[in-house]
């Protein structure tokens, strides 16, 4: 069975300082792997996703991400924190499952990382 | 890029009512769809998977009586919390998968229904 970890349920920085978010999954099948962001009172948004190709992903608003398989790693980084990037962000593992002989891809959120961003 | 809408956004109901929450596939077709809930400050549960043409497929500690999921056509779902209590009262939001490659798939999220019950 699939699960994700996120070790830091907030992280706190200095606004233009790097940001590190940090995801262990555990999967028993090649997984894909997300980051969500999810402001106040809003939906989710897609930063990036990992699906087999380059380790090194690159998303939107600088933020990226690198899939370590040995480490089951896919730690979320942006170099220079915003204002605006304070928000909630979830680690998502995607992964195979099957019933009824029928596969499709089950989706399990991380506990999510509060990120608060000083001025 | 793909969208899934929800409907209502927001439901006020009464304790014993029951409420119904639709999910949509605006521009492609979902045979499975996924139901989540999230409480505040809390990270998004997944609830059940809604699979078209048969039954839903419930996580452990759901309650399928409690929680009617009916997948009605390719693109639409429908969660149904039945006799609602105030502990009902959560965000849910619904995804669905659309295929972008020969084996792979992308996520599309709704964006939620916040359900309050009083």
């Known amino acids: 069975a699939q699960s994700v970890t996120q070790l830091d349920s907030h992280v706190s920085v200095s606004e233009g300082t790097p940001v590190l978010l940090r995801c262990n999954y555990s999967s028993s099948y090649s997984p894909s792997l997300f980051w969500y962001v999810q402001h106040p009172n809003k939906g989710l948004q897609l930063l990036l996703k990992y699906t087999s190709a380059a380790t090194l992903v690159k998303g939107i608003n600088g933020f990226e991400a690198e899939f370590k398989k040995s480490e089951t790693s896919f730690h979320l980084t942006k170099p220079s924190a915003h204002m605006s990037d304070a928000a909630e962000y979830f680690c998502?593992?995607?992964?195979?499952?099957?019933?009824?002989?029928?596969?499709?891809?089950?989706?399990?959120f991380g506990p999510g990382t509060s990120l608060s961003v000083i001025p | 890029g793909a969208v899934v809408s929800q409907h209502p956004s927001r439901v006020i109901c009464k304790s014993g009512t029951s409420v119904k929450i639709e999910c949509r596939s605006l521009d492609f077709q979902a045979t499975t769809m996924f139901w989540y809930r999230q409480f505040p400050k809390q990270s998004l549960m997944l609830m059940a998977t809604s699979n078209e043409g048969s039954k839903a497929t419930y996580e452990q500690g759901v309650e399928k009586d409690k929680f009617l999921i009916n997948h009605a056509s390719l693109t639409l779902s429908t969660l149904t919390v039945t006799s609602a209590h105030p502990e009902d009262s959560s965000f849910y939001i619904c995804?669905?998968?659309?295929?972008?490659?020969?084996?792979?798939?992308?996520?599309?999220f709704g964006p939620g229904t916040r359900l309050t019950v009083t």
């Open positions: 995804s669905a998968p659309k295929r972008t490659g020969l084996d792979s798939y992308e996520q599309y």
């Open positions: 998502v593992v995607s992964d195979r499952s099957v019933v009824s002989r029928a596969s499709y891809d089950k989706v399990i």
